[in-house]
């Protein structure tokens, strides 16, 4: 159904205003009825359009989505797949709104229920949007789930989720969906008694005899000598191609997410590109506590790519993820051509990452070398085009320094969001926590990371692996409580890594600046707790250092704190009943840059 379609229909609908201030409109299907609603929301979402302050409305219950009749347009997405994976960029939407302003979605607890490969909601050119009391979930997930009974050396019997579609085809086992088949397996094993998820391998069950034993029974026969997962472990896996998103924003402004249940998402997560002022609050994603899943998302929970504004999350929980809960980030785009004084000819390096336009008429940018990740210059875009879904040129208001090579990368520093986050719960993750790279003002407090495979917090930046910028300068870690984190990522398990991929260290240049850590709780079971590089005012105070036992054995001796390349840190008054005396190590910085009480190596 296109939307002048859905326009024309309205006079049909017998919508259901009320009397009082006519602005409420409700979905013109009942829920519960099992046939798609799909053409019917739509409907009710174009009736909305030319009413400001309108309300649209869901009775409680349950609407299906099915991508038969669903919106389909075009839609670069950052971090999503590339022209090898996904050639058509063509996007399959439930709900979709475009250019809307001053729209509440009121969902009275409905459960909004998508089949096959969907993007469940989409906002375009959006503004003073609310979205509110909702379920979103998958009528067969693209990730699939079977429970471990037996592991031995030559045999595996499993049960699978009743959610989990499957065929025994020529004695191997299948995985299918709604108009989709598995083809390449992505797996991790998910221990949900110690809440530990690590990567696994579906290799072995691949080359294995498969064989039904009873309905939802399979025995595996082959080699799984080097298989770790033990009886009560849940193998999950999915298909490694994001060729949709769980939910996208694109250029919008002012959105609230209120109480809302992401269930199950397929591909990235909620996404949000080039975006301004962005407030989550209460939003879980984590499966049905029905279900009997374990996974929630195919890869991140919360995105933001290149947004400004205030991104604010509170009363947040997730769990059951196969990439990072929240990613916040921009991108920088690699000059390969000086086509002029002051035009560049710029290019996406990352493969995932492309085809949206990255830099607009008025954006402040920042010039920097790619391997030292060093700003030398700033200007204002006067114009900028796409040349195609790789290129952009760029003209700016001045010459470009004489220091500018091609290689260099090109960083908009307007589009830097200021971040807060607070009492949330990040758990059942195999990856990191939080990542998070922007210039502005970072606030993470009063948040539990539980678990998470990797580090906690990663503060990154580069210009050569994923490109994603930009440096901090004002980040405050204070009242979290983290515990058993890092063990997919030994001896390096650092709680949390401040870790900019600077490959050029440039005598006297930090990356980041200005990181408080204080009055956290560090729940342990190893030695490693910090980590940082070209890293300026950094300060570990006030914190407290706790040990875990009977948890995972402890890897080597070696030093809680790592500081490569720093300059003015302070690492005191930390409270320690640590079965071991927590040491400094550095590298590459002088003593004097340290003020510590404790022993430096």
């Known amino acids: 159904m296109n939307r002048s379609s859905a326009l024309i229909t309205i006079p049909a609908l017998l919508l259901s205003l009320t009397a009082a201030s006519q602005q409420r409109i409700s979905v013109n299907m009942p829920p519960n009825t099992f046939k798609d609603a799909t053409v019917k929301v739509q409907e009710a979402i174009a009736a909305c359009r030319n009413i400001p302050g309108a309300v649209l409305e869901f009775q409680p219950g349950r609407y299906d989505f099915y991508p038969d009749s669903a919106v389909k347009k075009e839609y670069f997405i950052s971090n999503t797949s590339d022209e090898e994976e996904a050639p058509s960029k063509v996007k399959t939407i439930g709900l979709f709104f475009e250019n809307f302003k001053g729209l509440t979605i009121e969902g009275h607890g409905a459960s909004l229920v998508f089949h096959g490969k969907m993007i469940t909601w989409l906002f375009d050119h959006c503004e003073d949007i609310t979205m509110r009391n909702i379920s979103v979930n998958a009528e067969r997930p693209s990730m699939s789930e079977m429970t471990l009974q037996t592991v031995t050396p030559k045999e595996v019997i499993a049960v699978i989720h009743r959610d989990s579609r499957f065929a025994i085809l020529n004695e191997r086992l299948e995985w299918y969906g709604e108009k989709w088949k598995l083809q390449q397996f992505h797996a991790v094993l998910a221990d949900t008694t110690k809440g530990m998820y690590t990567y696994s391998s579906w290799n072995p069950f691949y080359k294995s005899k498969a064989t039904q034993l009873a309905p939802g029974t399979v025995q595996f026969t082959g080699d799984f000598s080097s298989f770790k997962g033990v009886p009560g472990n849940i193998l999950t896996v999915r298909d490694g191609i994001r060729d949709q998103v769980g939910a996208f924003m694109q250029h919008c402004r002012?959105?609230?997410l209120e109480n809302i249940n992401m269930h199950y998402m397929h591909g990235l997560g909620i996404v949000a590109q080039f975006c301004e002022n962005l407030h989550y609050s209460g939003v879980r994603i984590m499966p049905a506590p029905s279900s009997g899943r374990v996974m929630a998302s195919f890869a991140d929970g919360m995105h933001f790519s290149g947004c400004k504004g205030d991104i604010i999350i509170t009363a947040a929980h997730f769990k059951g993820l196969h990439d990072d809960p929240v990613n916040v980030h921009g991108t920088h785009l690699q000059i390969t051509e000086k086509m002029s004084p002051r035009v560049l000819k710029l290019r996406f390096m990352h493969h995932q990452t492309y085809g949206f336009a990255a830099f607009f008429?008025?954006?402040?940018?920042?010039?920097v070398h790619s391997a030292a990740l060093q700003g030398y210059g700033m200007a204002k875009i006067v114009a900028a085009k796409m040349l195609s879904p790789r290129e952009m040129e760029v003209t700016l208001d001045k010459d470009v320094p004489a220091a500018t090579r091609t290689g260099d990368c090109l960083e908009n520093i307007t589009w830097t969001p200021?971040?807060?986050?607070?009492?949330?719960?990040?758990?059942?993750?195999?990856t990191r926590g939080l990542l998070v790279t922007t210039r502005k003002k970072v606030l993470i407090a009063d948040?539990?990371?539980?678990?998470?495979?990797?580090?906690?917090?990663?503060?990154?930046?580069?210009?050569?692996?994923?490109?994603?910028?930009?440096p901090v300068e004002d980040v405050t870690i204070t009242g979290n409580t983290f515990e058993g984190v890092g063990y997919n990522q030994a001896p390096d398990n650092y709680v949390i890594a401040i870790a900019p991929e600077n490959h050029e260290l440039v005598p006297g240049y930090m990356v980041h600046r200005n990181?408080?850590?204080t009055d956290n709780t560090f729940k342990l079971y190893d030695y490693p707790v910090l980590t940082a590089r070209s890293t300026v005012n950094l300060i570990f105070r006030n914190n407290r250092l706790t040990w875990m036992k009977d948890y995972l054995p402890a890897g080597a001796e070696r030093a809680a704190f790592k500081l490569t390349a720093c300059e003015k840190v302070t690492i005191s008054n930390n409270e320690s009943?640590?079965?071991?005396?927590?040491?400094?190590?550095?590298?590459?910085?002088?003593?004097?840059e340290l003020r510590t009480d404790l022993t430096v190596k």
Do not use: C
């Open 515 to 517: 990181i408080r850590i």
């Open 447 to 470: 948040n539990t990371f539980y678990r998470t495979g990797m580090h906690a917090i990663l503060i990154a930046d580069d210009a050569s692996s994923w490109y994603e910028s930009g």
């Open 361 to 367: 008429a008025g954006d402040s940018v920042m010039l």
């Open 577 to 592: 009943s640590l079965p071991f005396k927590p040491e400094v190590q550095l590298e590459q910085m002088s003593r004097r």
């Open 254 to 256: 002012n959105v609230q």
């Open 418 to 430: 200021s971040v807060t986050i607070r009492n949330s719960i990040f758990e059942g993750v195999n």
